[in-house]
Protein backbone atom coordinates (compact mmCIF):
# COMPACT_ATOMS: atom_id res chain seq x y z
CA UNK A 1 0.00 0.00 0.00
CA UNK A 2 1.35 3.34 -0.56
CA UNK A 3 2.12 5.81 2.26
CA UNK A 4 3.40 9.52 2.64
CA UNK A 5 5.27 10.70 5.14
CA UNK A 6 5.92 14.13 6.04
CA UNK A 7 8.52 14.73 8.30
CA UNK A 8 8.20 18.53 10.01
CA UNK A 9 4.89 18.72 11.44
CA UNK A 10 5.43 21.86 12.69
CA UNK A 11 7.41 24.86 11.14
CA UNK A 12 7.67 28.24 12.21
CA UNK A 13 9.56 30.80 9.97
CA UNK A 14 10.27 34.66 10.05
CA UNK A 15 9.73 36.44 7.00
CA UNK A 16 12.14 36.42 4.19
CA UNK A 17 13.76 33.01 5.75
CA UNK A 18 14.03 29.86 3.08
CA UNK A 19 11.23 27.17 3.14
CA UNK A 20 11.67 23.15 2.68
CA UNK A 21 9.34 20.82 3.91
CA UNK A 22 9.85 17.06 3.42
CA UNK A 23 7.64 14.41 1.94
CA UNK A 24 9.05 10.96 1.43
CA UNK A 25 6.32 8.34 -0.45
CA UNK A 26 6.48 3.95 0.10
CA UNK A 27 5.44 3.34 -3.46
CA UNK A 28 8.24 2.05 -6.35
CA UNK A 29 6.33 2.38 -9.28
CA UNK A 30 4.89 5.32 -11.34
CA UNK A 31 3.80 7.53 -9.25
CA UNK A 32 2.04 11.33 -9.67
CA UNK A 33 2.87 13.35 -6.87
CA UNK A 34 0.86 16.87 -5.43
CA UNK A 35 1.59 19.32 -2.57
CA UNK A 36 -2.39 20.81 -1.41
CA UNK A 37 -2.36 24.02 0.82
CA UNK A 38 -5.31 24.81 3.60
CA UNK A 39 -4.96 28.64 4.34
CA UNK A 40 -6.74 29.32 7.89
CA UNK A 41 -10.60 28.96 7.35
CA UNK A 42 -10.09 27.70 3.67
CA UNK A 43 -10.58 24.73 1.72
CA UNK A 44 -7.70 22.97 0.78
CA UNK A 45 -6.20 23.46 -2.80
CA UNK A 46 -3.73 22.43 -5.32
CA UNK A 47 -0.19 24.07 -4.47
CA UNK A 48 1.69 22.36 -7.47
CA UNK A 49 2.06 18.65 -8.98
CA UNK A 50 4.28 16.00 -10.38
CA UNK A 51 3.14 13.42 -13.43
CA UNK A 52 5.65 13.32 -15.50
CA UNK A 53 8.97 14.98 -17.42
CA UNK A 54 11.00 17.70 -15.48
CA UNK A 55 11.41 17.03 -12.07
CA UNK A 56 11.30 20.51 -11.24
CA UNK A 57 7.95 21.36 -10.86
CA UNK A 58 6.44 24.95 -10.48
CA UNK A 59 3.73 26.12 -8.40
CA UNK A 60 1.43 29.20 -7.49
CA UNK A 61 2.99 31.72 -5.32
CA UNK A 62 6.34 30.77 -6.10
CA UNK A 63 6.35 27.19 -4.40
CA UNK A 64 8.43 24.62 -6.69
CA UNK A 65 8.73 20.89 -5.93
CA UNK A 66 11.39 18.59 -6.66
CA UNK A 67 10.64 14.82 -7.35
CA UNK A 68 13.87 12.91 -6.68
CA UNK A 69 12.83 9.18 -7.98
CA UNK A 70 16.12 7.76 -6.51
CA UNK A 71 14.99 9.23 -2.65
CA UNK A 72 11.42 8.49 -3.15
CA UNK A 73 10.86 12.31 -2.13
CA UNK A 74 8.82 15.10 -3.49
CA UNK A 75 10.43 18.07 -1.08
CA UNK A 76 8.43 21.48 -1.07
CA UNK A 77 10.71 24.83 -1.29
CA UNK A 78 10.29 28.32 -1.30
CA UNK A 79 13.35 30.95 -1.21
CA UNK A 80 11.63 33.38 0.95
CA UNK A 81 8.36 33.17 2.75
CA UNK A 82 5.91 35.86 3.32
CA UNK A 83 2.97 36.13 6.35
CA UNK A 84 0.63 34.92 3.84
CA UNK A 85 1.94 31.64 3.36
CA UNK A 86 0.82 30.51 7.08
CA UNK A 87 -0.68 27.20 6.26
CA UNK A 88 -1.15 23.51 6.44
CA UNK A 89 0.57 22.36 3.92
CA UNK A 90 -0.05 18.37 2.52
CA UNK A 91 1.94 16.11 0.04
CA UNK A 92 -0.06 13.45 -1.39
CA UNK A 93 1.05 10.59 -4.08
CA UNK A 94 -1.62 8.72 -6.93
CA UNK A 95 0.74 4.95 -7.79
CA UNK A 96 -0.30 2.61 -10.42
CA UNK A 97 -3.23 2.85 -12.17
CA UNK A 98 -5.60 3.48 -9.04
CA UNK A 99 -7.25 6.60 -8.46
CA UNK A 100 -6.85 6.81 -4.80
CA UNK A 101 -5.27 9.47 -3.56
CA UNK A 102 -3.07 9.03 -0.25
CA UNK A 103 -1.82 12.14 2.21
CA UNK A 104 0.66 13.17 4.59
CA UNK A 105 -0.08 14.15 8.22
CA UNK A 106 0.32 17.64 7.16
CA UNK A 107 2.79 20.63 8.08
CA UNK A 108 1.89 23.64 9.87
CA UNK A 109 3.75 26.58 8.42
CA UNK A 110 3.50 29.56 10.79
CA UNK A 111 5.49 32.55 9.66
CA UNK A 112 6.09 35.21 11.75
CA UNK A 113 5.96 38.78 10.47
CA UNK B 1 -15.98 28.23 -11.00
CA UNK B 2 -16.19 24.68 -10.06
CA UNK B 3 -17.73 23.58 -7.10
CA UNK B 4 -17.49 20.95 -4.11
CA UNK B 5 -20.58 22.05 -2.03
CA UNK B 6 -21.55 19.88 1.07
CA UNK B 7 -24.87 20.01 2.48
CA UNK B 8 -23.99 20.52 6.52
CA UNK B 9 -20.91 22.68 7.68
CA UNK B 10 -21.67 21.66 11.22
CA UNK B 11 -23.55 18.88 13.02
CA UNK B 12 -23.84 17.61 16.44
CA UNK B 13 -25.18 14.35 17.01
CA UNK B 14 -25.65 11.94 19.79
CA UNK B 15 -24.40 9.00 20.07
CA UNK B 16 -26.01 6.25 18.35
CA UNK B 17 -27.54 8.36 16.19
CA UNK B 18 -27.29 7.64 12.02
CA UNK B 19 -25.94 10.17 10.03
CA UNK B 20 -26.00 11.48 6.90
CA UNK B 21 -23.56 13.68 4.81
CA UNK B 22 -24.17 14.97 1.80
CA UNK B 23 -21.43 16.16 -0.81
CA UNK B 24 -22.68 16.97 -4.50
CA UNK B 25 -20.25 18.65 -7.27
CA UNK B 26 -20.81 20.30 -10.67
CA UNK B 27 -17.98 19.05 -12.43
CA UNK B 28 -19.17 15.74 -14.05
CA UNK B 29 -16.41 14.15 -12.12
CA UNK B 30 -16.33 10.15 -12.31
CA UNK B 31 -14.45 10.30 -8.89
CA UNK B 32 -15.42 11.45 -5.58
CA UNK B 33 -13.96 11.08 -1.75
CA UNK B 34 -14.66 10.82 1.34
CA UNK B 35 -11.96 12.05 3.91
CA UNK B 36 -11.57 12.64 7.38
CA UNK B 37 -8.77 15.15 8.64
CA UNK B 38 -7.98 14.80 12.54
CA UNK B 39 -4.92 16.90 14.17
CA UNK B 40 -1.78 15.03 13.98
CA UNK B 41 -3.27 12.65 11.74
CA UNK B 42 -3.51 14.72 8.04
CA UNK B 43 -6.68 13.27 5.96
CA UNK B 44 -7.60 9.44 6.09
CA UNK B 45 -9.60 8.22 3.16
CA UNK B 46 -12.74 6.55 4.31
CA UNK B 47 -14.58 5.83 0.38
CA UNK B 48 -14.01 6.77 -2.54
CA UNK B 49 -16.02 6.00 -5.75
CA UNK B 50 -14.98 5.85 -9.63
CA UNK B 51 -18.40 5.65 -11.05
CA UNK B 52 -21.96 5.43 -10.03
CA UNK B 53 -23.10 2.89 -7.76
CA UNK B 54 -19.31 1.49 -7.32
CA UNK B 55 -17.29 2.38 -4.29
CA UNK B 56 -14.40 0.92 -2.66
CA UNK B 57 -13.00 0.72 0.64
CA UNK B 58 -10.62 3.28 1.64
CA UNK B 59 -7.73 3.33 4.93
CA UNK B 60 -10.99 3.46 7.78
CA UNK B 61 -14.15 2.51 6.03
CA UNK B 62 -15.15 0.41 9.59
CA UNK B 63 -18.07 2.14 10.95
CA UNK B 64 -19.24 4.37 7.28
CA UNK B 65 -21.09 3.40 4.47
CA UNK B 66 -21.23 5.09 1.46
CA UNK B 67 -23.91 5.52 -1.98
CA UNK B 68 -23.04 6.92 -5.05
CA UNK B 69 -26.53 6.63 -6.71
CA UNK B 70 -26.32 9.63 -9.30
CA UNK B 71 -22.96 10.85 -10.76
CA UNK B 72 -22.89 14.21 -9.08
CA UNK B 73 -23.67 13.05 -5.50
CA UNK B 74 -21.78 10.90 -2.80
CA UNK B 75 -23.12 10.39 0.21
CA UNK B 76 -21.58 9.24 3.29
CA UNK B 77 -23.53 7.21 6.47
CA UNK B 78 -22.41 6.47 9.79
CA UNK B 79 -25.00 4.01 10.34
CA UNK B 80 -24.85 4.55 14.59
CA UNK B 81 -22.29 7.70 15.11
CA UNK B 82 -19.80 7.09 18.07
CA UNK B 83 -17.64 10.18 20.05
CA UNK B 84 -14.47 8.48 18.10
CA UNK B 85 -16.32 9.50 14.84
CA UNK B 86 -16.30 13.44 15.70
CA UNK B 87 -14.27 14.63 12.64
CA UNK B 88 -13.74 17.44 10.11
CA UNK B 89 -15.36 15.50 6.73
CA UNK B 90 -13.71 16.30 3.42
CA UNK B 91 -15.43 15.62 0.24
CA UNK B 92 -13.58 15.90 -2.94
CA UNK B 93 -13.80 15.02 -6.40
CA UNK B 94 -11.52 14.28 -9.61
CA UNK B 95 -11.88 13.52 -13.32
CA UNK B 96 -10.84 9.72 -13.91
CA UNK B 97 -7.20 9.12 -14.73
CA UNK B 98 -5.04 12.33 -16.51
CA UNK B 99 -5.10 15.08 -13.90
CA UNK B 100 -6.72 13.46 -10.69
CA UNK B 101 -6.35 16.94 -9.23
CA UNK B 102 -9.09 17.00 -6.39
CA UNK B 103 -11.25 19.53 -5.91
CA UNK B 104 -12.53 19.49 -2.55
CA UNK B 105 -15.24 21.35 -0.40
CA UNK B 106 -15.48 23.04 2.53
CA UNK B 107 -15.97 20.45 5.11
CA UNK B 108 -18.63 19.37 7.25
CA UNK B 109 -17.76 19.41 11.41
CA UNK B 110 -19.33 16.57 13.01
CA UNK B 111 -19.25 16.43 16.63
CA UNK B 112 -20.88 13.38 18.45
CA UNK B 113 -21.76 13.66 22.19
Known amino acids: AQSVSQHNHHVILSEAASLELGCNYS??????LFWYVQYPGQHLQLLLK??????LVKGIKGFEAEFIKSKFSFNLRKPSVQWSDTAEYFC???????????FGIGTKLQVIP | DVKVTQSSRYLVKRTGEKVFLECVQD?????MFWYRQDPGLGLRLIYF???????EKGDIPEGYSVSREKKERFSLILESASTNQTSMYLC????????????FGAGSRLTVL
Open chain 1, 92 to 102: AVISGGYQKVT
Open chain 1, 50 to 55: YFSGDP
Open chain 2, 49 to 55: SYDVKMK
Open chain 2, 92 to 103: ASSLRGGANVLT
Open chain 2, 27 to 31: MDHEN
Open chain 1, 27 to 32: YGGTVN
